[in-house]
């Protein structure tokens, strides 16, 4: 009777453990930066450790993709350099919201498309300066910052590009005339430029192209993990929740 009892105590034991185990090789763990509207933290902190803390566009439909998913997470915010250290590093990690570039496609698995940016041409407030098409800006300085693939355009087709190390300085720029125009985000440079400088009425120039934005996994997440999360997000969009989202963030 004894040796019954502490075989199925042991069973218990190991069963426990096994689930444990599973639970935890299924979780997946999330990381996002800083750039409103899409990704933020509710309290302006520069950080946060729990998805409680963090809202925006791209965070919100996430969130609704993974309720869908029933996938347990973790979702933090910290800077892009960490996040993208885990990412290419760690099973079940990933990052979002990421461009799909021809660069990075071989290097992660994909989720998405979340949502869209569009890439925009930015002037300072009651600028006269006026373009018809991209080539129009090659007789202008453009602002834009390193590693951000709306800049990888202009330096690529040798356009007179700026770069700086990080993008809240080119509100400041374009402002005293160290650039002519600044390329952004069509929703996230306004933020930028209202919490540097408290510049709410920039002149939009030319809207450049719009990109979608996806999630970025480690090579090395399950397939199964993809697909679940891809059939949830393609769910979520069929309910009409994704359209909604956007026309609350201005899209």
């Known amino acids: ?10 069973y218990v034991a190991l069963s426990n453990v096994a689930l444990s185990n599973a639970d935890k090789s299924d979780k997946i763990y999330l990381f996002t930066e800083q750039l409103p509207p899409y990704n933020m933290t509710v309290n302006d902190k520069p950080f946060a450790h729990s998805a409680d803390d963090i809202t925006g566009l791209c965070v919100d439909i996430v969130k ?9 997470f973790k979702m933090k915010l910290r800077n892009w350099s960490y996040g993208i250290s885990r990412v290419t590093r760690s099973v079940n990690n990933g990052i979002f919201c990421t461009a799909r570039t021809v660069e990075r496609e071989k290097a992660f698995k994909w989720v998405g498309p979340i949502t869209s940016s569009n890439a925009v041409l930015f002037a300072k407030p009651n600028s006269e300066i006026t373009l018809n098409t991209v080539e129009d800006a090659r007789k202008y300085k453009i602002g834009g910052y390193k590693g951000d693939f709306m800049s990888e355009y202009f330096i690529t087709n040798n356009f007179d590009i700026s770069l700086v190390n990080n993008d809240v300085m080119n509100p400041s720029r374009l402002q005293q005339g160290s650039i002519d125009l600044w390329v952004a985000d069509e929703l996230s440079g306004p933020y930028v430029a209202s919490d540097a400088l408290d510049v709410d009425d920039l002149t939009k120039v030319l809207t450049l192209n719009s990109t979608p934005m ?6 090395e997440t399950p397939d199964a ?12 969009r069929a309910s009409g ?7 609350l963030y201005g899209r």
């Open 1 to 10: 009777m004894i040796k019954k009892m502490m075989a199925l105590v042991l």
């Open 214 to 219: 996806y999630i970025a996994f480690n090579l």
């Open 225 to 236: 993990t993809i697909r679940k999360l891809q059939d949830a997000l393609d769910a979520v």
């Open 64 to 72: 609704e993709v993974l309720k869908s998913s029933a996938i347990p």
């Open 241 to 247: 929740k994704i359209d909604n989202l956007e026309q």
